[in-house]
Nanobody, 116 residues
Framework: QVQLVESGGGLVQAGGSLRLSCTASASIFSINAMYWYRQVPGKQRELVATISSGGRTNYADSVKGRFTISGDNARKIVYLQMSSLKPEDTAVYYC??????????WGQGTQVTVSS
């Protein structure tokens, strides 16, 4: 199974930008879809963005127009470009494959903190 490592989080002021990276241990080309989720303590994990193997993307309404998911299969990386960040975007962000959702073997995630 593909191992995933998230990075790129940090502390940013409201209105700022961050780019998260999800590095995979194997080619992501054959994976049907890749996901970015986020979770705030005490709340359920929330689906933020999806990219299919064909490059189609979908976003949660709360991030539409501000976040962009993309994939670089040659480098085995999936990105989440986040702009116009809001304090409510503060969360731990995780990437996932369909297998992750089935097995529940989430990575450590990367913390994003947006200050007002």
């Amino acid at each position: 199974q593909v191992q995933l490592v998230e990075s790129g989080g940090g502390l940013v002021q409201a209105g700022g930008s961050l780019r998260l990276s999800c590095t995979a241990s194997a080619s992501i080309f054959s994976i049907n879809a890749m996901y970015w989720y986020r979770q705030v303590p005490g709340k359920q994990r929330e689906l933020v963005a999806t990219i299919s193997s064909g490059g189609r993307t979908n976003y949660a309404d709360s991030v539409k127009g501000r976040f962009t998911i993309s994939g670089d299969n040659a480098r085995k990386i999936v990105y989440l470009q986040m702009s116009s960040l809001k304090p409510e975007d503060t969360a731990v962000y995780y990437c996932a494959t369909p297998g992750t959702l089935v097995r529940g073997d989430w990575g450590q995630g990367t913390q994003v903190t947006v200050s007002s």
